[in-house]
């Protein structure tokens, strides 16, 4: 199939119509990005390269990192790291607090801010130099050694982490975050200050669209069970309170971040990563949807 055909078809569309979203500005170094920026690449497990935009330029991949570490997580802790957070769609906010006070401090999902939170405890609690460990992994199944944090985005989010201290205290007082606040903090806010281009993000997602193989270099990174798992969790939590309305209208699992970032993958085919840092009120990139919703209706394929 042509996908860069697809590509300027819908970019076409879409520049019809006005992005009312809005640049994420809590973190104020998000705020100093471009909003018109827009950027498409499609990578499928034969190794084909499909691109479109702002594809090769660097962004915040923000909470899109929180699948990795729930990958590295779940490989070193096996089934018991359900017993400290759950697999449920939480219907709320990614910063929500209320609904943690009412399961006893037991996270909905890893891919809410207090799940990721209890995940980065658990690699805090493994791993002997957890940012540089984690990092090592990140850039050993994307099969790129220049895939790094950003301090200056780590730093800007540490000043406004309020809500985050709330959600790690508040887990703490129930038992469920093991390690010193500062150092599970320090550790999620790194996590989440990832950057990547369109091109390495697709890339870095490959391998759960390939059973968790690493195509390029036919290693397994983790079990098909736990593969199907993770997927599973992006296709219910991914896109926190829109995750109903994102399986509804894209029909692939996938991930969001607030910098403006989507990855999704079809299972056996490819993996899509798409950045355009105009945000809806729920958090996910308007024009990021909206594109993949045009395009699983074009290529008429998704996993429904
Ligand atoms: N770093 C962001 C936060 O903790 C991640 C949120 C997101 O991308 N949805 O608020």
């Given at each position: ?10 970019n076409?569309?879409?520049?019809k ?15 100093n990005?471009d909003?018109s920026k ?15 935009g ?7 991949i ?7 570490s ?5 490989k070193?802790?096996?089934?018991k ?6 697999v ?9 607090l ?16 207090s799940?990721?939170?209890v ?10 130099n957890p940012k540089?460990e984690?990092?090592?992994f ?7 050694p ?8 780590a730093?800007?989010?540490k000043?406004?982490?309020h809500?985050?201290?709330a959600?790690?205290n ?17 550790f ?14 697709s890339?870095?997602f ?10 390029y ?11 199907k798992?993770?997927n ?40 899509i ?12 990139s ?13 290529t ?5």
């Amino acid at each position: 199939m042509n996908y860069n055909k697809i590509f300027s078809k819908i970019n076409r569309a879409l520049n019809k119509t006005e992005d009312l979203g809005k640049v994420a500005t809590y973190i104020s170094e998000l705020g100093n990005v471009d909003p018109s920026k827009f950027g498409v690449h499609l990578t499928t497990i034969n190794h084909q390269h499909y691109q479109f935009g702002d594809a090769e330029e660097k962004f915040s991949i923000q909470s899109i990192a929180k699948v990795l570490s729930l990958v590295l997580a779940y490989k070193l802790e096996g089934e018991k790291l359900w017993e400290r957070v759950g697999v449920e769609p939480s219907g709320t906010s990614f910063n929500s607090l209320f609904q943690l006070e009412f399961n006893l401090g037991i996270p909905r999902n890893p891919l809410i801010n207090s799940g990721a939170l209890v995940i980065s405890d658990i690699l805090v609690s493994h791993l002997k130099n957890p940012k540089d460990e984690f990092i090592a992994f990140v850039r050993s199944i994307s099969g790129n050694p220049n895939i790094d944090y950003c301090p200056r985005i780590a730093e800007s989010e540490k000043l406004t982490g309020h809500r985050n201290a709330a959600l790690v205290n508040l887990m703490k007082s129930f038992g469920n975050i093991k390690n010193d606040i500062d150092v599970v903090l320090d550790f999620y806010f790194n996590l989440c200050s990832i950057e990547m281009t369109c091109k390495e993000l697709s890339g870095t997602f490959l391998f759960l669209a390939a059973y968790g193989v690493n195509p390029y270099t036919n290693e397994r990174v983790i079990s098909i069970s736990k593969s199907k798992r993770v997927n599973a969790i992006m296709q219910t939590c991914g896109f926190y309170d829109e995750a109903g309305e994102f399986s509804f209208k894209v029909g692939l699992p996938g991930k969001s971040g607030v910098g403006g970032g989507i990855v999704a993958i079809l299972p056996h085919k490819y993996s899509i990563a798409v950045w355009s840092p105009r945000l809806n009120k729920k958090g996910n990139s308007s024009k990021g949807i909206k594109f993949l919703e045009l395009f699983t209706t074009e290529t008429e394929i998704s996993i429904f």
